[in-house]
């Protein structure tokens, strides 16, 4: 059924629909970054004000260089992702204008789930990508927790809960961390990842926090 699985979300996403997804920190909703329509309503789902960003989600590593400008070492890369981070970089000229217009920056996920990283590779371009919640509202670890986004998705792949649902560190997401300005990195949010993270970013690659 995964093969099934991969071309029926491929064919909803292909259509202009929301497909529900599962991912290595928490449910997340995607519709294709480069169809405007699609972006609009995932912010509609979400029931989202249009300046929050979305992040965009690849299949590997070397896809990332096209959407965005990296300042980083390939290897520094390679070390976080797949995982759960998003890393905050600026983006390039490839990327759908429509998709955080206000910006000149840009989250990527490269998730570390086989399922949604062989959707994304299955893609042309990249995922739009957030969680399967209303804004201001809980993560979701199970399909069954995002049933009033149910009526309005295409698509819904259930790959059972993800980590342990009674614990609150699970529901936290990817930590997200700004490496936009060259040798210096922000932490925007902590999630669940901050500790290795900041550890790779400062001892291996010499990294310094910038100072919110």
Do not use: M
């Not at 970089?89 to 399922?115: C, Q, W």
């Amino acid at each position: 059924g995964w093969r099934e699985a991969v071309a029926a979300a491929v064919g909803a996403l292909q259509a202009g629909g929301l497909v529900a997804v599962p991912t290595d920190t928490v449910y997340g909703v995607a519709c294709l970054a480069q169809d405007s329509g699609a972006v609009r309503s995932i912010y509609s789902l979400k029931g989202r004000n249009g300046r929050k960003p979305l992040a965009i989600c690849l299949g590997d590593v070397d896809r990332l260089y096209r959407y965005c400008q990296v300042n980083v070492p390939d290897e520094l890369l390679r070390d976080l992702l797949p995982g759960p981070v998003t890393l905050v970089l600026k983006r390039s000229e490839e990327l759908n204008k429509d998709l955080n217009p206000f910006t000149s920056l840009i989250g990527v996920r490269i998730p570390n789930h086989p399922f949604i990283r062989e959707l994304a590779q299955a893609c042309s371009g990249p995922l739009a990508l957030t969680s399967a919640n209303i804004s201001c509202q809980a993560s979701t670890l199970t399909v069954s927790e995002f049933q009033d986004l149910w009526p309005q998705l295409s698509l819904i792949i259930d790959g059972g809960p993800i980590g342990d649902v009674q614990s609150p560190e699970c529901r936290l997401g990817s930590t997200v961390v700004d490496l936009s300005v060259s040798g210096k990195f922000t932490i925007i949010r902590p999630g669940c990842a901050l500790t290795p993270t900041v550890e790779i970013l400062r001892q291996k690659y010499g990294l310094i926090p910038e100072s919110s």
